[in-house]
């Protein structure tokens, strides 16, 4: 099956600053590609659906200037966190659709101290 | 709009004994159902889907789940169960191709 990767696994970032993550489609072109919020012993909670060379879509309640995104090509998604909080630190996960599948990354763990 | 529900937050089997993780959905219009599992900080794996025609769907692991229209509903099996299946399961379904509602997952705990 596709295979999608995810940069970093995991990082540890101080409150203020920002993180970029990294969302990858290896073996396929992905126009869109979905990101997800999952909190511990929780549900994954779908954040913004990327749109390669388009703004992105973001869900309800999400905060489109605090969670910037930008597809600049058919096989990267990146997802910032700007002005980082504790309350942000979670785990991130992106996904995308290939032939009527959807392919997960493996997630990035994101602790903000 | 769609919506999940898992019934069980946990559940505890034992080794090689059956398991029955139970889901519900409501929508409005026809669905595409999905299980997905979840190892410990690890992204999500598909088991199976059901996308039409049959409505007892098999899937990776030994897994079957049953569409069943009138309940509304897409419960997962296994026969027997592995140390191996210890792991967080999810339900989901979509409208259309691409943006995913999640159950809020059962974590199953198998014990020797």
């Known amino acids: 099956g596709a295979v999608v990767s995810q940069h970093p696994s995991r990082v540890i970032c101080k409150s203020g600053t920002s993180v970029k993550i990294e969302c990858r489609s290896l073996?396929?072109?992905?126009?869109?590609m979905f990101w997800y919020r999952q909190f511990p012993k929780q549900s994954l909670m779908l954040m913004a659906t990327?749109?390669?060379?388009?703004?992105?879509?973001?869900e309800q309640g999400v905060e489109k200037d605090k969670f910037l995104i930008n597809h600049a090509s058919l096989t990267l998604s990146t997802l910032t966190v700007t002005s980082a909080h504790p309350e942000d630190s979670s785990f991130y996960i992106c996904?995308?659709?290939?032939?009527?599948?959807?392919?997960f990354g493996p997630g990035t763990r994101l602790t903000v101290t | 709009a769609q919506s999940v529900t898992q019934l069980d937050s946990q559940v505890p089997v034992f080794e090689e004994a059956p398991v029955e993780l139970r889901c519900n959905y409501s929508?409005?219009?026809?669905?595409?159902l999905f299980w997905y599992v979840q190892y410990p900080n690890q992204g999500l794996q598909l088991l199976l889907k059901?996308?039409?025609?049959?409505?007892l769907v098999k899937g990776i692991n030994g897994f079957e789940a049953e569409f069943n229209k009138s309940q509304t509903s897409f419960h997962l099996r296994k026969p027997s169960v592995h140390i191996s299946d210890t792991a967080e399961y999810f339900c989901?379904?979509?409208?259309?191709?691409?943006?995913?509602?999640f159950g809020a997952g059962t974590q199953v705990v198998v014990t020797p």
């Open positions: 996904s995308s659709d290939s032939g009527g599948e959807q392919y």
């Open positions: 073996d396929f072109q992905a126009t869109t």
């Open positions: 990327s749109n390669e060379g388009s703004k992105a879509t973001y």
């Open positions: 929508s409005s219009v026809s669905v595409y």
């Open positions: 059901y996308l039409s025609g049959s409505t």
């Open positions: 989901a379904v979509t409208d259309s191709w691409g943006k995913l509602q």
